[in-house]
């Protein structure tokens, strides 16, 4: 899904062009009993709600720069959430900094 979100492509490309396409994928996936990994790089925060429109369970959603907290509020239960750890912590953070983030 890289570069598939504001402001790579505008809001309007992305309803009508990207996700009419990847939401029937990820239907048609799901009918037949498969999860989709949505791993979102980057910050998908304005697609929260869409995402929201999917099949209970139907994706995992791997957050990258996304709040998780934030995904969590809006997506509620409904996906397996995961990730935001930050990966560049440990080179450029110190280590108190990097157990503080870990543990939130």
């Known amino acids: 899904m890289h570069r598939s979100y504001v402001p790579f492509i505008s809001m309007n490309h992305f309803n009508n062009i990207h996700w009419r396409t990847?939401?029937?994928?990820?239907?048609?996936?799901?009918?037949h009993g498969p999860q989709v990994l949505f791993y979102a790089e980057g910050d998908w925060t304005?697609?929260?709600?869409?995402?929201?429109?999917?099949?209970?369970?139907?994706?995992?959603?791997?957050?990258?720069k996304t709040d998780i907290f934030e995904a969590?509020?809006?997506?509620?239960?409904?996906f397996c959430l995961s990730g935001e750890y930050l990966t560049g912590c440990f080179p450029l953070e110190?280590?108190?900094?990097?157990?503080?983030i870990a543990r939130r």
Do not use: G, M, N, Q
Request: glycine letters at 0%; proline letters at 7%.
């Open 22 to 31: 990847l939401r029937s994928i990820i239907e048609e996936l799901w009918s």
């Open 72 to 78: 969590h509020k809006k997506l509620k239960d409904k």
């Open 94 to 100: 110190p280590l108190k900094r990097c157990a503080a």
């Open 46 to 64: 304005p697609h929260l709600d869409t995402f929201a429109e999917l099949p209970e369970s139907s994706i995992i959603f791997h957050v990258d």
